[in-house]
């Protein structure tokens, strides 16, 4: 690297080994992942009966009071993605019947729940939805949602976005992650903690729409709420490269740093305290109605996972002193509690070499996944892979990190059952009480390489290891399956009017 090129890296404020390394990555590329095969029921996957959902739930209640619980909710960027195909409409010559997807936005408007905040706002501009329907000027009513002249929905972010109508009020999915949290994140000190991770332009929106309900809810509840948030931090940036792998250059010369993906979101989720953490993307919601199976399986996924902990716990407390009884305590929980494969060179070492070898894979931060039956959306899915030291590990691989190209691989995807939809729960603190540094437990090697657009030119993006993906590469990790009911994303607009998005 040039002085000039390093010495602008130092201006940033940026790590120039570090920016190094993200440049050998882009040449380098990242290796595909060795698969042995996917986790299913057969194998890595558990799937319950009722009577043990029931179990782990009882097992959870007794345990949480004494617990710092903690809900984390990636909910950074604005919601433009969703209305893609509504901006495309603005663009065009407003023809219903040539756009099947804003048809069924306008023939479906009353079911949405900002219907009435729409029609408001168009009647203080002397319009409404029922004139603009009647003129048939559909332009004017989609700008109306998406715009600044109107609800803005087009530059709010998810969370901020009316997605439930009840009878007396609508909620976005702030509120109700809110109401969530109530359900089944209630801790120590009836107390509920919730963390956003937000776009700096958004907190304030997040802060005023979550404090106007806070007031409601402890007097309902008569809980404690904590509410936090923060922001990716500027310091995860990335840098991009053109299409030579060569740093972009911005006119005037300056280098391109972009966003890191959520993987960056680690150093988020490293600085929340708490014994315990669920995860669950912001959009990912459902009116009370459908709420009660979420609550369910999230306790109980929650109780398998204090469970097993605890049991785990038990074991690195007994390798303190090396004996042969805590050597096999600690084997026995590594195999039947964790799924583990002992190579042959472990089996055969001596007690010390045992000792240090299960104290190594016990001691991690652990997570328990829920996983749905794959129904055909695109994302990550739960596989068995080859570890360099002779194990096999439970991971969440996305489709880039498998090489589809080699038979054996591909035959392994395509016998995948599961899809990943981003419901976990977290144990964060060692058997001594102390937190994780969960940046020692990510795998480096599992980034994304994506391209990007920038003035016309192509532009090479490198993503961190996703925050389920490599970022928790090290972690110790259990899926159980989970009814398809509990994955309700909201991609587009019209996927609210899906049966589950209605109240």
Request: overall charge negative.
């Amino acid at each position: 690297m040039d002085a000039i090129l390093s010495q602008k890296i130092s201006d940033l404020e940026k790590k120039v080994e570090v920016v190094l390394r993200q440049l050998e990555s882009f040449k380098q590329g990242f290796p595909f992942l060795s698969l042995v095969g996917p986790a299913t029921p057969a194998r890595g996957i558990q799937v319950w009966e009722e009577n043990q959902v029931q179990h782990y739930q009882r097992y959870f209640s007794s345990k949480a009071v004494g617990l710092d619980i903690v809900k984390f909710v990636p909910a950074s960027g604005a919601a433009s993605r969703m209305f893609k195909d509504l901006f495309s409409f603005l663009e065009v010559d407003g023809e219903l019947a040539k756009n099947g997807f804003a048809q069924k936005f306008i023939e479906n408007l009353q079911q949405f729940a900002f219907y009435q905040d729409l029609d408001e706002v168009l009647k203080q501009k002397g319009e409404s939805i029922a004139s603009l329907l009647e003129k048939k000027e559909y332009k004017k009513l989609v700008a109306a949602l998406l715009t600044e002249t109107g609800l803005n929905y087009g530059n709010l972010p998810k969370g901020l976005l009316k997605f439930h109508a009840y009878s007396d009020s609508s909620r976005c999915p702030a509120e109700e992650h809110l109401i969530e949290g109530i359900q089944y994140g209630v801790g120590k000190n009836k107390q509920v903690q919730i963390h956003f991770t937000v776009s700096p332009e958004h907190e304030e929106g997040f802060v005023k729409e979550i404090n106007q309900h806070l007031t409601r809810l402890k007097e309902q509840t008569g809980l404690a709420f904590t509410l936090s948030y923060s922001h990716q931090k500027k310091s995860t940036d990335t840098i991009a490269v053109d299409e030579a792998n060569e740093p972009f250059l911005e006119e005037g010369g300056s280098l391109l740093f972009r966003p890191a993906g959520h993987g960056a979101l680690l150093e988020n989720l490293n600085e929340v305290a708490a014994d315990l953490i669920f995860i669950k993307n912001i959009d990912n919601v459902v009116p009370d109605r459908l709420k009660q199976v979420t609550k369910s399986y999230k306790m109980a996924l929650a109780g398998l996972l204090l469970e097993v902990q605890a049991r785990v716990f038990e074991a690195l407390k007994a390798l303190e002193e090396v004996t042969s009884q805590s050597v096999s305590k600690a084997k026995e929980v590594y195999v039947s509690e964790l799924g583990g494969i002992i190579p042959d060179t472990i089996q055969n070492a001596n007690l010390s070499e045992q000792a240090g070898f299960f104290e190594a894979k016990l001691n991690r931060p652990i997570r328990v996944c829920g996983m749905v039956k794959n129904t055909g959306e695109p994302g990550g899915g739960p596989f068995w892979i080859q570890e360099k030291d002779g194990t096999q590990s439970l991971q969440i691989l996305e489709t880039a990190q498998i090489d589809l190209n080699n038979p054996e691989s591909k035959s392994h995807f395509l016998a995948s059952t599961h899809f990943n939809p981003v419901d976990l729960v977290c144990g964060m603190r060692d058997y001594r009480g102390q937190a994780f540094d969960l940046l020692q437990f990510r795998d480096m090697n599992t980034g994304f390489i994506t391209a990007k657009s920038k003035s016309g030119k192509v532009v090479k993006a490198l993503e961190l290891p996703g925050l389920w993906n490599g970022a928790m590469a090290h972690w110790n990790t259990l899926f159980v399956e989970v009814p398809l009911i509990t994955f309700n994303p909201v991609k587009t607009i019209n996927d609210l009017l899906r049966e589950e998005h209605q109240a």
